[in-house]
């Protein structure tokens, strides 16, 4: 089986039966294959984030079904949801946040670290990741000497080093002029031409979506529709 993610029919009310209910998701099923890109567009408000919390499994839907690798992750009790979090799935934020007083390689391997990667390993993949984004001569840098482009580039490298299975973003682009937005466009699709992985990345930018010819799911007010092909 190559699909990596499905929803089945996942719905989500926020403060459900309360004067406060919202219904953020509803009924959305959808399936990202291994190796696939697909955009995510909508309207703010849509449920995109909503959407991203249940893909990465920092939430859980309050109807139907998120299965990764075929495993229901609604019955997954919360500790082995989150080894499977931590396993699968990479985040990349529209805002990258870094501890400044590490270096971005630290901030990078920080993570691998915690969750017990041996270290020579660790620094292995990390400087395999430097060279071949040509981050090389930065990696030493800290973060407040360094560009927002280049922030985002490492942040992604950060989501790498885990190999995930998933990789979400949540408008990586957003904050960063064509040239940089290129550079982190073109980091991702590096990434997704050496691994297996699934990448759902979010967007408000029709064109960037549709000049792409990539599937696009397309959210307004918690609906799901799907369009264009897989890759
Ligand atoms: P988007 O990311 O597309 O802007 P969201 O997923 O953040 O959309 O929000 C979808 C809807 O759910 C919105 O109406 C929002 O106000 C509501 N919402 C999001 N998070 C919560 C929450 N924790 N509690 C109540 N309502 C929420």
């Known amino acids: 089986m190559s699909d990596i993610l499905v929803f089945e029919g996942a719905g989500k009310i926020y403060s459900p039966g309360t004067e406060l209910e919202v219904r953020a998701l509803k009924d959305v099923s959808f399936a990202l294959t291994k190796g696939s890109f697909t955009y995510l567009l909508g309207p703010s408000g849509s449920g995109k984030t909503t959407l991203l919390n249940l893909a990465g499994l920092l939430d859980s839907p309050t109807s139907g079904k998120v299965l990764i690798s075929g495993r229901d992750t609604s019955v997954m009790p919360e500790k082995e949801k989150s080894r499977l979090r931590n396993a699968s799935v990479g985040f990349v934020f529209q805002q990258p946040t870094f501890l400044p007083e590490f270096t971005a390689a630290e901030n990078v391997m920080f993570p691998a670290l915690i969750s017990g990667a041996a270290k020579s390993a660790v620094y292995?993949?990390?400087?395999?990741l430097f060279d071949m984004m040509g981050l090389s001569l930065r990696a030493e840098h800290y973060p407040s000497q360094l560009s927002g482009g280049e922030l985002q580039r490492f942040a992604i490298l950060r989501a790498l080093m885990n190999d995930p299975e998933i990789l979400l973003c949540d408008e990586p682009t957003g904050q960063l002029d064509e040239e940089n937005a290129s550079l982190v466009m073109s980091e991702l699709m590096k990434f997704l031409e050496r691994s297996d992985a699934a990448l759902l990345f979010v967007t408000h930018n029709r064109d960037l979506a549709a000049a792409s010819k990539r599937r696009v799911l397309h959210l307004?007010?918690?609906?799901?529709?799907?369009?264009?092909?897989?890759?």
Do not use: F, P, Q
Not at 124 to 128: C, G, N, P
Not at 220 to 231: C, E, F, K, S
């Open 220 to 231: 307004r007010n918690g609906l799901l529709t799907v369009a264009g092909n897989d890759i």
């Open 124 to 128: 292995e993949k990390a400087k395999l």
